[in-house]
């Protein structure tokens, strides 16, 4: 029999060695959670947050009003995104487009690497968890400032986890979390949603026996600091009207695609699904209650997500760490060593074959990042063709745009102002109206011309107005399969 130093030595490694099992199984996740997302990068509202970051710095000024448009020409613009649209603007004259690329890559890995520090159970598990929430968070993951609120909602969360876990009560970090959230992007809100669902579990949770989080001086301090957070939040260039912008922004917004309800006859919206349908056999099944912060905020994000896809991101990261650690409480320990598996082989060779596919898997990431940021690829769903020809021929006038193309413009024709573009909570109701009136070829839309005193009309040939401008005395000056232009 070995001698007891002899067992505990092998305790040792076998310690080591299921340590070094855990970081290759966390390192492959996140690099397939980088590749999942190393995506072209084409959104139509990244377009102006690069055209914003570029007018930022010509200028040396943070940009408070509109000097884009001409239809809001000098209106005072809530920029909540300065700092995010500076650095991304930055990294793009740096990198070009594979810099992009690259950077929705590794915030995401960085994102679900913080959400796996909230997570419980096998490494496998937590793995697979990882890869699931991020396919579920991928119809919503674009080159936009909004990537780094999904990484501030995973910290914020994670540290309101360690806090009741034991962790030292540091609530102060949330007053500089939140005055430099308020100066990235706009969803500091949900940031807000989350400490309110937190504060209301952590209060029942007291009051009803139902778990034992933190004390209530501890919720009391928290509930303190959230308040002066949200007096944080007013530390930036726009003040208190920065608080209107996440409220605005739903009310203009309802004919934007990202806000309508999740089409669940796509199959891409399923895994978010799937992570409440686990979540509820978890419950069912588990031997240790979760906390009612935990539940309430899933019950609240998920309440979004149902509302609108833009919620949808957010909701993944949320619910993914709950579900893992639902879960993580309906198995035995020897399922959970059976998921951990065994060492067939020596160490070297493991290690050796670990490294390979590591570095296999992060080769591919940027590769893919690469191939999939060319020029071709990028502005394939806009219309260069379309912007080259107005710049060589520059016919003058009033030019109105596509809605999905006024940032694309803003960012490669800043001679022609726009009509309108992705700011929808700067032009507001009205004036979104007044474009849909014209691109519907409604009647209404013909005043709406001459109002404006528009000249030029730069469109998908699809929309209904098209058909109709020829017969309105309106000639086509140039055509292709993306765009059409017509001048009067």
Same mark, same amino acid.
């Given at each position: 029999?070995?001698?007891?130093?002899?067992?505990?030595?092998?305790?040792?490694?076998?310690?080591?060695?299921?340590?070094?099992?855990?970081?290759?199984?966390?390192?492959?996740?996140?690099?397939?959670?980088?590749?999942?997302?190393?995506?072209?990068?084409?959104?139509?509202?990244?377009?102006?947050h690069l055209a914003a970051g570029r007018e930022m710095l010509a200028?040396?000024?943070?940009?408070?009003?509109?000097?884009?448009?001409?239809?809001?020409?000098?209106?005072?613009?809530?920029?909540?995104?300065?700092?995010?649209?500076? *650095?991304?603007? $930055?990294?793009? &004259?740096?990198?070009?487009?594979? !810099? /992009?690329?690259? %950077?929705?890559?590794? =915030? +995401?890995? @960085?994102?679900?690497?913080?959400?796996?520090?909230?997570?419980?159970?096998?490494?496998?598990?937590?793995?697979?968890?990882?890869?699931?929430?991020?396919?579920?968070?991928?119809?919503?993951?674009?080159?936009?400032?909004?990537?780094?609120?999904?990484?501030?909602?995973?910290?914020?969360?994670?540290?309101?986890?360690?806090?009741?876990?034991?962790?030292?009560?540091?609530?102060?970090?949330?007053?500089?979390?939140?005055?430099?959230?308020?100066?990235?992007?706009?969803?500091?809100?949900?940031?807000?949603?989350?400490?309110?669902?937190?504060?209301?579990?952590?209060?029942?949770?007291?009051?009803?026996?139902? *778990?034992?989080? $933190?004390?209530? &001086?501890?919720?009391?301090?928290? !509930? /303190?600091?959230? %308040?002066?957070?949200? =007096? +944080?939040? @007013?530390?930036?260039?726009?003040?208190?009207?920065?608080?209107?912008?996440?409220?605005?922004?739903?009310?203009?917004?309802?004919?934007?695609?990202?806000?309508?309800?999740?089409?669940?006859?796509?199959?891409?919206?399923?895994?978010?699904?799937?992570?409440?349908?686990?979540?509820?056999?978890?419950?069912?099944?588990?031997?240790?209650?979760?906390?009612?912060?935990?539940?309430?905020?899933?019950?609240?994000?998920?309440?979004?997500?149902?509302?609108?896809?833009?919620?949808?991101?957010?909701?993944?990261?949320?619910?993914?760490?709950?579900?893992?650690?639902?879960?993580?409480?309906?198995?035995?320990?020897?399922?959970?060593?059976?998921?951990?598996?065994?060492?067939?082989?020596?160490?070297?060779?493991?290690?050796?074959?670990?490294? +390979?596919?590591?570095?296999?898997?992060?080769?591919?990431?940027?590769?893919?990042?690469?191939?999939?940021?060319s020029p071709a690829r990028v502005e394939r769903s806009y219309p260069a063709a379309a912007v080259a020809w107005l710049r060589e021929h520059?016919?003058?006038?009033?030019?109105?745009?596509?809605?999905?193309?006024?940032?694309?413009?803003?960012?490669?024709?800043?001679?022609?102002?726009?009509?309108?573009?992705?700011?929808?909570?700067?032009?507001?109701?009205?004036?979104?109206?007044?474009?849909?009136?014209?691109?519907?070829?409604?009647?209404?839309?013909?005043?709406?011309?001459?109002?404006?005193?528009?000249?030029?009309?730069?469109?998908?040939?699809?929309?209904?107005?098209?058909?109709?401008?020829?017969?309105?005395?309106?000639?086509?000056?140039?055509?292709?399969?993306?765009?059409?232009?017509?001048?009067?």
């Open positions: 029999m070995p001698s007891g130093p002899l067992l505990a030595a092998g305790r040792t490694r076998k310690t080591a060695s299921h340590r070094d099992a855990d970081r290759f199984v966390l390192t492959v996740a996140l690099l397939l959670v980088a590749l999942i997302t190393a995506r072209t990068p084409a959104d139509p509202d990244m377009w102006w200028r040396g000024e943070i940009l408070t009003r509109d000097v884009f448009s001409y239809t809001r020409s000098g209106a005072p613009w809530t920029n909540a995104f300065w700092l995010a649209d500076i *650095g991304m603007y $930055l990294l793009q &004259r740096v990198g070009g487009f594979p !810099a /992009l690329s690259l %950077a929705m890559a590794l =915030l +995401a890995a @960085l994102t679900m690497a913080i959400v796996h520090r909230q997570m419980a159970g096998p490494s496998i598990l937590r793995a697979g968890f990882l890869v699931l929430a991020t396919v579920a968070a991928a119809p919503a993951w674009s080159p936009r400032p909004q990537l780094l609120s999904y990484l501030l909602l995973a910290l914020l969360d994670c540290l309101l986890r360690r806090w009741r876990e034991g962790a030292p009560k540091r609530f102060w970090l949330l007053v500089p979390l939140f005055a430099l959230w308020a100066n990235l992007h706009g969803g500091f809100i949900w940031g807000f949603l989350l400490l309110v669902a937190v504060l209301a579990g952590e209060t029942l949770d007291r009051l009803t026996g139902w *778990g034992n989080g $933190l004390a209530w &001086r501890d919720i009391r301090n928290l !509930a /303190l600091f959230t %308040a002066l957070s949200a =007096l +944080a939040v @007013l530390l930036n260039p726009n003040g208190p009207a920065i608080w209107r912008l996440p409220f605005y922004t739903v009310s203009v917004s309802l004919r934007i695609q990202e806000w309508h309800s999740p089409d669940f006859h796509r199959i891409d919206f399923h895994p978010m699904l799937w992570l409440l349908f686990l979540l509820t056999v978890g419950l069912a099944r588990s031997r240790e209650r979760p906390d009612l912060g935990s539940l309430f905020k899933v019950l609240g994000f998920a309440y979004m997500a149902f509302v609108s896809v833009r919620a949808v991101a957010v909701y993944a990261i949320v619910t993914a760490p709950v579900v893992a650690r639902v879960l993580a409480g309906t198995m035995s320990p020897a399922l959970g060593e059976r998921l951990r598996g065994r060492d067939a082989l020596p160490l070297p060779v493991r290690r050796l074959i670990n490294g +390979a596919l590591v570095v296999a898997l992060a080769a591919a990431v940027l590769a893919r990042a690469l191939l999939l940021s520059r016919p003058e006038g009033n030019l109105l745009n596509s809605y999905n193309w006024g940032g694309y413009l803003l960012w490669a024709l800043p001679e022609y102002p726009v009509f309108a573009d992705g700011r929808a909570d700067l032009y507001g109701d009205e004036l979104l109206s007044q474009w849909w009136q014209v691109v519907s070829g409604e009647e209404a839309g013909w005043d709406v011309l001459e109002q404006w005193g528009v000249r030029l009309i730069l469109l998908e040939p699809d929309w209904p107005v098209v058909r109709e401008l020829p017969a309105r005395g309106w000639r086509e000056l140039y055509q292709d399969e993306v765009a059409v232009i017509f001048g009067r």
